[in-house]
């Protein structure tokens, strides 16, 4: 009896209907593993705000409008801390940190070589602000308050930007 069923089970497999959807199912499987090394890993971006409610806003905006995967630091030691353990893409600094600023984040980063595309976030988007900001290496400089659009597509353009 057992031999019966192995043999209907053999004959089944050898069945052009069945090996057809084995092949449509190996085609498949291909597909999905190529497409899955081939499609980009999610961009990390470090947020650097003190703000707490703005910065869970932002990240949630960022996470749903642009894929990104971000970070949160709300003061000069949390950001240097995070930028050497998660190595992001890009930083969202704002103007004014506690402590020293965002202008001294930007200083310390400069003096110790370390290249990322930064932008610049400025509630006071005075022509000094702006100019030191570009002087010291922003990539660009986003008056607030802004659009999550228009950060998504700052970030895009500092992702592709010859300028770190």
């Known amino acids: 009896m057992r031999e019966k069923g192995?043999?209907?089970?053999?004959?089944?497999?050898?069945?052009?209907?069945?090996?057809?959807?084995?092949?449509?199912?190996?085609?498949?499987i291909k597909?999905?593993?190529e497409r899955r090394i081939k499609m980009?890993?999610?961009?990390?971006?470090?947020?650097?705000d003190s703000n707490e409610a703005f910065s869970?806003?932002?990240?949630?905006?960022?996470?749903?409008?642009?894929?990104?995967?971000?970070?949160h630091a709300k003061d000069e030691d949390e950001?240097?801390?995070a930028l050497h353990?998660?190595?992001p893409h890009v930083l969202l600094l704002d103007?004014?940190?506690?402590h020293k600023g965002g202008f001294h984040v930007m200083q310390h980063l400069r003096e110790d070589g370390y290249k990322i595309s930064t932008i610049f976030m400025t509630a006071l988007p005075t022509h000094r602000?702006?100019?030191?900001?570009?002087?010291?290496?922003?990539?660009?400089?986003?008056?607030?308050?802004?659009t999550a659009r228009a950060l998504v597509e700052r970030i895009h353009d500092a992702l592709h930007s010859d300028r770190p």
């Open 6 to 28: 192995q043999t209907e089970v053999a004959k089944t497999l050898e069945t052009p209907v069945f090996s057809r959807g084995i092949e449509i199912l190996t085609e498949k």
């Open 95 to 98: 103007f004014l940190l506690p």
């Open 40 to 48: 980009p890993h999610r961009k990390k971006i470090l947020l650097s």
């Open 85 to 87: 353990r998660h190595r």
């Open 31 to 33: 597909f999905l593993r």
């Open 129 to 146: 602000v702006i100019e030191e900001a570009y002087r010291l290496g922003a990539s660009f400089v986003l008056p607030k308050p802004f």
């Open 79 to 81: 950001t240097t801390k």
């Open 56 to 71: 869970m806003l932002l990240t949630d905006s960022l996470r749903e409008r642009g894929n990104f995967h971000v970070f």
